[in-house]
């Protein structure tokens, strides 16, 4: 009788790591075929892209990792941009971005000069693209940092 139980629990287990990895696996393979593509003809912005049971949609950002002091600072910057991204495709939001570069005055002639970057984004839209989720983050062949979002669309 305990080995019934046993055994049936090992096969309950068993079967649910295997349906849990096929999803694993198409994402994996999703996010290598963006990386390929990305490689060859880079881009950034939004793309609708199918594969044989689903169509995604991609929002691609690139940025300058020397901008950023921390690795969440930048990854947030990312989510807020592919966000702009995806809302100016479906929804024709009017975003502006500028960079300010501030360096304060140093009171020696020896002393050294910081300079602090801000950039601030504003966006004027009438919609909401809510649940992108982070496909893949990797480095581009120029050293910048890439990162997909993507979000499953109907087809």
């Given at each position: 009788?305990?080995?019934?139980?046993?055994?049936?629990?090992?096969?309950?287990?068993?079967?649910?790591?295997?349906?849990?990895?096929?999803?694993?696996?198409?994402?994996?393979?999703?996010?290598?075929?963006?990386?390929?593509?990305?490689?060859?003809?880079?881009?950034?912005?939004?793309?609708?892209?199918?594969?044989?049971?689903?169509?995604?949609?991609?929002?691609?950002?690139?940025?300058?990792?020397?901008?950023?002091?921390?690795?969440?600072?930048?990854?947030?910057?990312?989510?807020?941009?592919?966000?702009?991204?995806?809302?100016?495709?479906?929804?024709g939001t009017q975003s502006y971005s500028e960079i300010t570069i501030r360096t304060p005055k140093s009171e020696e002639k020896g002393g050294k000069e910081m300079a602090e970057t801000y950039e601030i984004i504003r966006t004027n839209s009438t919609g909401f693209v809510q649940q992108l989720a982070l496909l893949t983050q990797f480095e581009s062949n120029n050293g910048t940092a890439v990162f997909v979002f993507y979000k499953k669309v109907n087809k």
């Amino acid at each position: 009788m305990m080995r019934k139980f046993l055994l049936s629990v090992l096969l309950c287990s068993f079967t649910a790591m295997v349906y849990a990895q096929s999803f694993d696996q198409e994402r994996i393979a999703l996010s290598k075929f963006i990386e390929r593509m990305f490689n060859n003809a880079p881009f950034e912005g939004c793309r609708i892209v199918d594969d044989y049971d689903n169509s995604y949609l991609l929002s691609v950002v690139e940025l300058d990792k020397s901008k950023y002091k921390t690795s969440s600072v930048m990854n947030r910057v990312a989510q807020v941009k592919s966000q702009r991204n995806a809302g100016e495709f479906f929804n024709g939001t009017q975003s502006y971005s500028e960079i300010t570069i501030r360096t304060p005055k140093s009171e020696e002639k020896g002393g050294k000069e910081m300079a602090e970057t801000y950039e601030i984004i504003r966006t004027n839209s009438t919609g909401f693209v809510q649940q992108l989720a982070l496909l893949t983050q990797f480095e581009s062949n120029n050293g910048t940092a890439v990162f997909v979002f993507y979000k499953k669309v109907n087809k």
